[in-house]
Structures are given as structure tokens and as C-alpha cells.
């Protein structure tokens, strides 16, 4: 009744993937893995699943009979042919951010896996298994009445040359976008970007920060600051405005210490450790699901409104001042 | 060497200020009264200042020779012709918010007090007063780098039916127009309104909540959340973003309880209590400068630009989306 | 490579084991169950694990050819025998606390141990595995000296009529005797316990609250409050006071909420919520340490200690403002 | 309508009390200083009070048809002499701590004062006018239900050489006992006295840290934790335990800074900082109560009661392990 998992991607997120199912979860191991760098592949099945099979191509990984479930870990590129693969397969596939690079990508899976008519895809968004995240929805849904408003702030202590001002939108607010929607069960209508002051400690291709609003159908307004080189730490905020209370998104626990005139406790710094447990609860999530042929959590839908609202965000970047719509087609009767 | 002060106006807010100069500061008693209402001015008079003088007119009051200072507490419409009063006099004058109901009557005040050649007028924002809002100034001088944003909240538990959706920036935003300023060292160069879902409990005439957002000269960004019917508490948040940190203005002091399942501690209902230090504070700065035959704190010009900058956010209410400029002319030489 | 665990004991903990090993756990199986109540063992294996063997006693478990390791989570005043046989058939065994309930019974499985050579024994004082006291370990050791005093409390909403004097140290203590020893790298020296006015909520046979005092073998000095009709919440607290600074064991996570003129967070009262992450991770590391065919985690002689330094606590319950010694034999060398 | 106040010992404390008569307070004037010290009483009325005349000794003083009520900030083994000198005149008199520095002189101007039959003495026990404690105590009244356990801390960073250990009880603890007294309405019947392992940051005629144990007659047991040399700031904590919920002394206010992966706010070093509200509080109100003729605040029974309880602790340092019993004769009718 081992769920066997093949895995199609063995760069750093895919070894962490194949480590949690060997060594930590319950009910699943890994079978098969492939990777496009044999090098990869093979040390990662000698440092991790020493069982499993290397496949020459994700494609094959598919097909294969000795795989029940495939886990997508690969260049973001390659999402969604593998995740199509899948589905053509007709097996279950968890797929990282991003399911796809596109919005036409992710909608192409949508119409395969509503074609195919039974939940398979479940893409990675983990702050939705996040501890703190699922209090505050319990408390918004049933403590503080209509939400009004929401101020969120997702902070990095720096980022590195390559990141340039797109990716606060695709790598860094793409998180808010889909957790936010989850949490006030709602979707996006606008966005419109606004340019602070630069940090001086950002470099020449980010613009650093910004200040994302958002509005929902249901006329919620949203901030969210993205501030990718604060220095200060690796900081999610996110405070929810009710018609009787505000709740706001707990701080991850730490010591608090009087110390040097001080009363302190520490902040994160590794964006790595803030939603470590999520990544276990998301994956053991997809392992229970699976083994029923089916998946749960964040769906291709939800994959493709990120995409779809994402884009409009980036958009909204280039167009200082102005408000660019968010509009999506109906939503398929498999995502009610 | 006790100053002698004369009061125009003897309402709630100006025998306030009597009993504040009588019984509780240093260096200064009433020693004349003035109202309208001559049974207001007489039990003022009666309850708080007996030896004070009975006064026909706030004009007369202000060129009195038993008056060495004034301050204004009449109805709002009054304080432009008793302010020039009192500089026609050669007085110090404290001024209650507004310091006019409009901006060029403010800036008639800004020209007299010019024309005079020396500080006479303080205005009576009394945040600038308050320890909190000091202690998060020194902070965002000395230890966060430059600021970068501001993010700050203004909630109210309700509003009676004539507070109108123009009041929500005209009575309540003056004040953060104000502190911030004087936070931030900076001046407003745009405002632009949101309106979130509208809160069950506001009545019919108020837009509640509203989302204000400023820009400064030096790229500042701001966002105000305005929330008169929040229910819950009067609130004031304020959160400044800096280069190297974040500091937030401290929440008053309250006991901390464990009972009934909740850590939990008092948030403040009445905006009277908010405060309440400040008024002291403020009020025995004026009369030391005042004894010195000079003003403190607050200027004309500080009224005059908030007078600007508050139409333009009034303006900015009636246009959605829109960004509507705030331009101010130079600064007097007098104001630096 | 699957270890094949027995369960001896199939009430409440027994299930909570049984469910954690076969469906959370990784690399452990549920093989064989025994209890002396033989409805209880039959549900509990068609519950929970249908594929083990039921096992006519506790002995028989512990030698059966089809058990790798041992879990006793039976009747308290079983624990000792059960642990022994597990020790005469050279398996690894996890007891539930307490490790027996008398100070020789849990010397005798010292003893035993010892004589086997090589450690198979693991207790379960699950707070030693609970995140934030391994935070503020950390912090303990690396950040504010050398500790001095640690205060401390353990408060429950209320506690049944069975619960009697001497439980507030065998059922309640015993956890913070255990934890402090781990956190400090100490032992007890001596004890006093002081009364408190009673609540009017304890019942006729409890005394509570009660405050005890600890001295350890370096002259750190600990008080704990033992408050078991608190009311209020379950509630554990630990300061520790060094040299350059205290440290405190982090709250748990919750979500903080602005509403009813408060500021609060849910407070748990379930005692079973608090340290719910501890059992996965205990029984986990048992899992790990026992497929190289050794224990992990706290010791026999953790148990011993713990049952000894508890006796000498319920001794000055009952002596009041009298110091009551806590001494021990030496260490041996196994357990250093 | 002026106080006239002269003020006896023109110390640090002593001026710092005239500049606040004449400088902030309302409705009093220093009209007589008197100091052995002719050089420092000469100083302090130049720079403070050129009006006032200098007197030749503290009894004259008192004496004088120029004074209306007394401020005795003279060192401490005179206090007795020269509130004494103030009963006899029938002026009201306002006392530095300690009253007197033996019971039997706290005790003889109860006696003096209980003769002349209307209260005049104010001892500056000032924590009772602290804004923190003053809503720590409406919590403890109204909402906590009968307190059982205080848990209490005093901590400064460090102390001088002259600083011995009785001195952690009659120049830090006697503050707590003062307040807690006030704070529960209750007195003390025994204390005992614990020594923790030594900080290294202490010198070697000083135990530090303490921690002492009261016990009052409702049954209330008190830990506090005396700390001289914490190294990390003044720290003044106290946290009652009641029958219905925990109330705590609130921090002073600071503002919360996120910077350097830490989330903090500052704690105060100087101990003049921290009660720095208190001061002025407490001689408005000697102020207000004098012009009556009489005394409000901690009485001249509540400053006998404080050496009583000292010299009891005292007693307790030099005797380990034992409680020592602390008993008060009948407190005269008029202090109720």
C-alpha cells in the first residue's frame, strides 16, 4: 500500500522532496527519479533512494508502471509538460511554483485535468499548510466579521543581481496572491503598483520596495509591501481588517530575552526556515490523496488565477499611477 | 512673573484648558474670558477662574492690557479673526485645530504673523506633545536609516450621523497629516483615495473605511487606513519603514491579563484618553515661550500646509483613482 | 528495513502511539499489541493496525521474534516489568512516563541496563522534544551566562476530584523536574514546598496552589507554581535568569486580535494541545535510535533521578518550611 | 493662595524637588531652604529659587511663620529629627524614604503624629503615584479575583562598592514592600530569605542575586527577586496571581523596532528614568492636600510598617533557611 513516487527534477527542492518521502513522511517512497543532468539524478538516488529507478526522461517517468504518483521539481520551464504528462497519464502530480510560466501554460492544464474530469494537480503553494496561516483563517471566518481590508508586508534582508523588478512580482508576490485569495475566499479585480523611495541597498535592475494594492469582488482592499532587501530579516506580515475585529498573522515562536538594554527576540534571516513545516504537511497532503487516486490543496485553478493575476501585476509595474483590471473566465464546475 | 492668559471661547475644550492653566501647570493664570454665550463664559468663569475678567468680544479680549497671551477655543469658523487679533496685538496665541477653516484664511494668518516678524502663533496639534510619537521620532532619526514608507492607521469605535465622509480627513487625517510632516521632516506633493467594502456599521453618509495615500517630496510613500466604526477601540497605529529597520509607535501602556483563556490587555474606547498628556504638555510649552513673548511647537505655516493638504485628500475623495497634486508655495523664512 | 514495533498498553496513549507510528511516522510499523483487556486490544488493532499480531502478554511481546522494539504505554504500576523483559530480550523500549512508580523499581531498571552495557531504554518526557524549549535551550547555553535562578509555572484550568495533593508533584512536576535537569545540566539538591492562600476553586483534597522550591547541585535556585485550578487556561512558564540576561520559553503561536477593546490571543486549555508536536518527535527519534538497535532521548537514569527528586518534593509537602535533601548515587558510566 | 514650602536639604533630591515646586507643579512656592552644607543651600537658591530665604537649621525652618508646610530631602538619619520638628509646628510635611532609619524613630513619629491628632506626614514612597501600578491595582481590585502569589523582580544593571548586602532590602526591596502592601492591602507576617548561586558581576560584599519570600495574613505568598547587577537595564516586574486570571505590571511604554534580525525595544538602564511621573505626582498632591493642612498618600504608619518589614528581611539575610516571624502593634485609628 507504499504510494510509489516518481520524481522529475533532482536539483535542490527535488532532493529536499525526496528526503521528506523517504525519511520523514508516512506512506510513500520514492521509485523512480529523472533528471535532464545525469550527474544530478544519479547522485541523488545514491544519496536518497537508493531503490529507485533512473528514468531517461520525465516523459517516461509518466508513463512508467512503477510509479503511482509523479512529483514535478524540474526547471520552471519544464512544469507544464510534465504536469500534462501526468494528467495524460491519468496519475496524480504535485507540481511546484510555478505550474507553469505562463498563464496559456497553466490554462492548458486546467483544460487537460478538466478533461480528464478528476482532480490529479496540486501545485505547491505551502503557506497554505502553514501553521499560523490556518489560525488566522479560522479566526477571520469566525471572529472579526466581513473582511474589509488587508495590510501585508513579505520581506526579504536582500536578494541577489539576477533578481530584477518582475520577480518581486513572480517569485516573491506570487505567494500573497494565491494565500491571500485562499484566506478571504475571494478573487483579484485589480492592481495597481506604487514606487517608494529606493532603498540604497538595492541594486541597479530591482525596483526596491514596493507597494502592491490590490482589490477583491467583494471590494476588499489589499496592500502588500514587497521589500526584498529590508537587511532586517525575513519577515511575512499580513494583518486582516474586519467589520468587528482586525486578526493578524502570528510572528513564528522565539525566545524572548532581556539582554543588553534590550528586550529582544530574534528574527528569521533564511527565507528557507519560515515555512518548513509547511512543506511537509503540503507533501504528506498529496501522499494521502494520492493514494486514492486523486489530489488536494491549492488545484491547477488556483495555479492559473496566480498566473493570470500575476501578470496583471507585473503589468501594473510598467504603468506608474494607473489600474490594471484582473479578469478571469468562469471558473470550471471541477474547482467548486 | 505668572503669565496672564485670556481665553477666547469657554466650550468643553476651553474650560479644559482653564482648569489645565489654573490648576494644574506652571507660570500662568486666567485672568480673562470670552464666549458668545454669556452663561457659557460665566459658569466657565465661576467653576474655574473667578478672578478672571469678563470680556465682550474675543477682540477686545485679545488687545486687553490685563492679557499678556491668548488662547483660542471658539467655534472653528472664529479662530482666523482672533488669531490676527491677538497678532494685531504684538500676543502669543494658542490656537486650537484649525487654525482657520480654510486655507487662505490660514494663510492670511501665515502673512500677519510674516508681516509681524516673530512667532506668536501655535497651533494646537497636540500628537507632536505626545511621548510616544517623540520616542518613535528619535528612533526613525537615529537607528532605522532613511524612511522609506510610513504605513499607519486612524480607527475610531463609531462616529454620531453628522460626521460625513469629508470629515473623516478634515476632523480625523489632520492629525496624521501633521505628525507625519513633522515625523518625516518632509511635505505632501500628492494624495490619492480608496475606498475598501464598506463597513455594516457606518450610517448612510459616511464612507467608512478609506484608505488615504501621500506622497512626499522625497519619495515617501504613505498609507493611512481611516476607520471611524471599527467597533473595537480608538486606535492609533503608525509604523515607519526605514532602510536598515522598522520602528512603530508605541501602543499605550495597559496591564497584561491571562484570564478567560485570552492574554489580553485594554485598548482604549474614548479618543480623550489617547492623549490627554499632550494637552498639558503642550499647553505649558506655549506659556514658556509665551513668557518670553514668543510662540513653540506647531506654526502657522504647519496649519496653512495642513489646510492644503487637506483639501487636496478632500478632493481626492471624490475622485477614484485618481492622484490629485498638492503643491505649496515657499516656505517663509520665518518657518525655518 | 521497516522496524516491527509491539505496544503493550491499548487505552488511550497506546492508540495515540499505534495511529502515530503507522500512518505519521516514518520507517516503523505496528507488528504486535497486548493488553490485559482483551476488548481493548482487538479494537484497537482493527482500528488502527489490522496486520499486527494480538500477543497474550506483555512478556510475550517483548520476546516475540516478530518485534524489533518495544513501546509500554500500559497501567503505570506495569511499566517496570514490562520495561524489563524488554531489557532481558535486548530490545529497545520506549515507557511512557513514569519509568515506574517507585523510586527502586526504576533503580532496578537501572540496574538492568547497566548490566545489559548498552542503552535500550527511552522515557517519555516529551517536553524535552518540544520546539520551544529547545529553543530557549539554545539560547541557555549560548546567550546569558551562567544561569541563576529559573522561574517557573504550571497551571491547569482545573483538575478532577481524584486529583490529590500529592499528584500536583507526580502527575505535574515531574514534568518540570525532568525538563529543568535537561535544560540546566543539573541536579536537585533539596526541596521545600510553601502554601499559598487556597483557591475556592480546588477541591477538598488538593492544596493549590503550591509554590516548590528547588536548589541545584551549582547553587541555581528554581521556583515553580503548581496552580491546577487556575482557571484561566494551561499555561507553562519558564524564565531563566543568567549572569547577562534572561531568557523566556516562548508562548505558543497564536494569532493576535484587536476586538471588544482588547488586545488578545487565545490562551490553550487543553493540556493536550501544548506539547502535541513532542509525541511525533519522540517517538520518531525512539524510532530512528531503535533501528540501530539503541535509545535516544531521556534515560532510565533520567527516570530514576526524576522519581527520586518527585519523593523528595512529596516529603516537604508535607513538612512546611522545612528543606528536605534530594540526594543520589553516583552516575553510571552509561549514562554520561 | 500659594503653598509657601520650604525645603529641608538642598541635595540632588532636594533640588530636584524645587525645580519641580517652582518650575512645574502648580500652586506652590519655595519660600526657605536650609542645608548644613551653606555652599550647596546657596547654590541651589541661586539657581532655583532666588526668592526663598535660607535658613539656619531644618528645626527653624519648620518653624518659620514663612512656611506653610515642609520638604524634608535632607540624609537620611535626620529625617526623624526634622519631621518631628514639623509635627510640633503643626505643619504638614512631606519625607523622603526612609522615614526614619531605625523602626523605634518611625515609630516615634507615629506616636507624634497620632498625639497632634490629623495627619501631616507624606512619606515619598512615590511607586503609588506610578500610571503602571496605579492600573495594575484597579485589575487586582476588579478583575483578577483574591490574589494568592505575587511574583515580583527589582533588577538594576549594577552597584557601586558602597552598596552591602543589607542594602538590597533597605534601599531596593523596601520599595516593594511599600507598594505590594498598598498594592494588596495587606500586611506582612513572616519573610525568608534565599541566596541563588552568585552572579561573577557582583563585588564581594554584596549577595547578589536574593530572593525573598513574604508571606502576608490572608495567606499571600510573594516571591521577589532582587538583582542588583543584571547588566542588562532596571527592570522592575510584578505579576499577581489571583483566584480568577494573572495581572501584570505593565512595561514602560517603548517603541518596538525591527532591525538586525531582532525584533526590540529598549529597556531603561537609569533608575531615575523610570518612576520619573511619580515624582511629580506625588508632591501635586502633597501640594493639594497641605493647602488643606493635612497629608494625603503613604502615611507616616505605612513608613513605620516599611522599617518593621525591613528590618525583619534584614534579619532573614543572616539566617538561611529560616522564617522569620514579622509582627506590628495595632495601627492607630488614624490611619484607617
Redesign the interface.
Known amino acids: 500500500m507504499t504510494l510509489r513516487i516518481g520524481v522529475i527534477g533532482t536539483g535542490a527542492i527535488g532532493r529536499d522532496h525526496m528526503r521528506r518521502i523517504?525519511?520523514?513522511?508516512?506512506?510513500a517512497k520514492v521509485t523512480a527519479v529523472s533528471d535532464v543532468n545525469i550527474e544530478s539524478v544519479r547522485t541523488a538516488r545514491a544519496d536518497l533512494a537508493p531503490e529507485a529507478e533512473v528514468v531517461g526522461s520525465g516523459e517516461e517517468l509518466a508513463a512508467s508502471a512503477g510509479v503511482d504518483a509523479v512529483v514535478v521539481t524540474s526547471w520552471g520551464a519544464t512544469h507544464e509538460q510534465y504536469v500534462l504528462a501526468a494528467i495524460a497519464a491519468g496519475k496524480p502530480v504535485f507540481c511546484e511554483k510555478p505550474l507553469s510560466t505562463t498563464a496559456a501554460g497553466a490554462g492548458r492544464i486546467v483544460e487537460a485535468e478538466t478533461a480528464f474530469g478528476r482532480r490529479l494537480v496540486q501545485v505547491g503553494f505551502m503557506r497554505r499548510y502553514d501553521?499560523?496561516y490556518r489560525?488566522?483563517k479560522?479566526?477571520v471566518e469566525n471572529?472579526?466579521g466581513?473582511?474589509?481590508?488587508v495590510?501585508a508586508a513579505h520581506r526579504n534582508p536582500s536578494v541577489p543581481e539576477q533578481y530584477i523588478t518582475p520577480m518581486a512580482i513572480q517569485d516573491t508576490l506570487i505567494h500573497e496572491i494565491d494565500v491571500l485569495r485562499w484566506l478571504l475566499d475571494d478573487d483579484y479585480v485589480s492592481a495597481q503598483v506604487?514606487?517608494?523611495?529606493?532603498?540604497?541597498?538595492a541594486h541597479a535592475r530591482v525596483e526596491d520596495?514596493q507597494?502592491v494594492?490590490l482589490e477583491t469582488k467583494?471590494?476588499?482592499?489589499i496592500?502588500v509591501?514587497i521589500?526584498v532587501n529590508?537587511?532586517?530579516?525575513y519577515?511575512i506580515q499580513c494583518q486582516v481588517?474586519g467589520?468587528?475585529?482586525?486578526?493578524?498573522?502570528?510572528?513564528?515562536?522565539?525566545?524572548?530575552?532581556?539582554?543588553?538594554?534590550?528586550?529582544?527576540?530574534?528574527?528569521?534571516?533564511d527565507w528557507k526556515d519560515r515555512f518548513i513545516d509547511s512543506y511537509d504537511l503540503e507533501l504528506q497532503d498529496f501522499i494521502k490523496a494520492a493514494a486514492r487516486g486523486t489530489a488536494s490543496g491549492p488545484t491547477a485553478w488556483d495555479g492559473y488565477v496566480a498566473a493570470v493575476s500575476s501578470d496583471a501585476c507585473v503589468e501594473a509595474q510598467s504603468q506608474p499611477?494607473s489600474?490594471v483590471p484582473i479578469s478571469l473566465p468562469a471558473r470550471p464546475a471541477l474547482y467548486n
Not at 467583494?218 to 482592499?221: A, E, L, P, Q, T
Not at 502570528?250 to 532581556?258: E, F, I, S
Open positions: 523517504n525519511q520523514t513522511l508516512s506512506g501553521a499560523g489560525m488566522l479560522a479566526v471572529e472579526i466581513r473582511p474589509l481590508m495590510h506604487i514606487s517608494p523611495r529606493r532603498t540604497r541597498h520596495p507597494i494594492l467583494s471590494g476588499i482592499r496592500d509591501e521589500f529590508c537587511r532586517y530579516g519577515d481588517v467589520e468587528e475585529g482586525l486578526a493578524s498573522l502570528p510572528d513564528p515562536m522565539a525566545v524572548v530575552m532581556r539582554k543588553d538594554a534590550k528586550l529582544q527576540s530574534a528574527i528569521m534571516t499611477g489600474i
